[in-house]
C-alpha cells in the first residue's frame, strides 16, 4: 500500500513557477514509478510527466523545456518545478505511483492567473 500526498500548489501568475512536490508513505518506493497528472476543469485527466525507478524521465510535449520531474529515493519524495506556466494550465495536478499496483494522491490546486 502506497500513500501519496501532494503539496506546493497555489496561486502564480503567467510566466511564473512553482515546484510541487510529493511524499510516499510505504516501503520499496524507489521501486515505483512515480508520475504527475494534471485536469483541467471539463477535461480529462492527462499525463505530465514520469520518472522510472531508474529516474529516466518522459514528458508530455506541452511542458517540455519548461517542466521537470525528480525524485529523492532517500526521502521518499518527487518533485516537479513547473517554469513559464501558463494560464491555461490551472488544473488539479496529482502524484501517481505506478509498480504491480497503482496508486494516486488527492492532488493539489495550481491556478494561473494575473
Known amino acids: 500500500q502506497v500513500q501519496l500526498v501532494e503539496s506546493g500548489g497555489g496561486l502564480v501568475q503567467p510566466g511564473g513557477s512553482l515546484r510541487l512536490s510529493c511524499l510516499a508513505s510505504g516501503a520499496m518506493f524507489s521501486i515505483y514509478t512515480m508520475g504527475w497528472y494534471r485536469q483541467a476543469p471539463g477535461k480529462q485527466r492527462e499525463l505530465v510527466a514520469v520518472?522510472?525507478?531508474?529516474?529516466?524521465?518522459n514528458y508530455a510535449d506541452s511542458v517540455k523545456g519548461r517542466f521537470t520531474i525528480s525524485r529523492d529515493n532517500a526521502k521518499n519524495m518527487v518533485y516537479r518545478q513547473m517554469n513559464s506556466l501558463k494560464p491555461e494550465e490551472k488544473a488539479e495536478y496529482f502524484c501517481?505511483?505506478?509498480?504491480?499496483?497503482?496508486?494516486w494522491g488527492q492532488g493539489t490546486q495550481v491556478t494561473v492567473s494575473s
Open positions: 501517481s505511483a505506478g509498480g504491480v499496483e497503482f496508486y
Open positions: 520518472i522510472t525507478s531508474g529516474s529516466n524521465t
